[in-house]
């Protein structure tokens, strides 16, 4: 597998809305455990949203009914978009592939590929 690659990041001012997207060459999307990940200014990394191979999908309480975590496998790519921002949103966000052990909707499961992350700026 490729190096997964985030994009779509942006500064946007709260209340707006944007789309990341996260693909690698040559890898397939539809059978494995994927996730969205964010490490804010001080912050420790954490879970935002996760997707199951069978669709199945789960979100942070904080972001949950702003946020919506989707494939598309015809382009290969993982999609988070995100709306109403707020600053607390603010964050390097970060996707995520392929879990060793675990629950995939837990969040809690160790992830074998990383990307390097998509930076998000939201001003007040």
């Known amino acids: 597998q490729g190096q997964l690659e985030e994009s779509g990041g942006g500064e946007v001012q709260a209340g707006g809305a944007l789309r990341l997207s996260c693909a690698a060459p040559?890898?397939?999307?539809?059978?494995?455990?994927m996730g969205w990940f964010r490490q804010g200014p001080g912050k420790e990394r954490e879970w935002v949203a996760l997707?199951?191979?069978?669709?199945?999908?789960n979100y942070r309480d904080s972001v949950r009914g702003r946020f919506r975590i989707y494939k598309d496998t015809t382009e290969d790519t993982l999609f988070l978009e995100i709306t109403d921002l707020i600053p607390g949103d603010t964050a390097l966000y970060l996707c995520?592939?392929?879990?060793?052990?675990?629950?995939?909707?837990?969040?809690?499961?160790?992830?074998?590929?990383w990307g390097r992350g998509a930076q998000v700026t939201v001003s007040s």
């Open positions: 040559g890898y397939k999307v539809r059978g494995d455990c």
């Open positions: 997707i199951h191979a069978n669709g199945k999908t």
């Open positions: 995520a592939s392929f879990i060793e052990r675990g629950t995939c909707l837990s969040g809690d499961a160790p992830y074998r590929y």
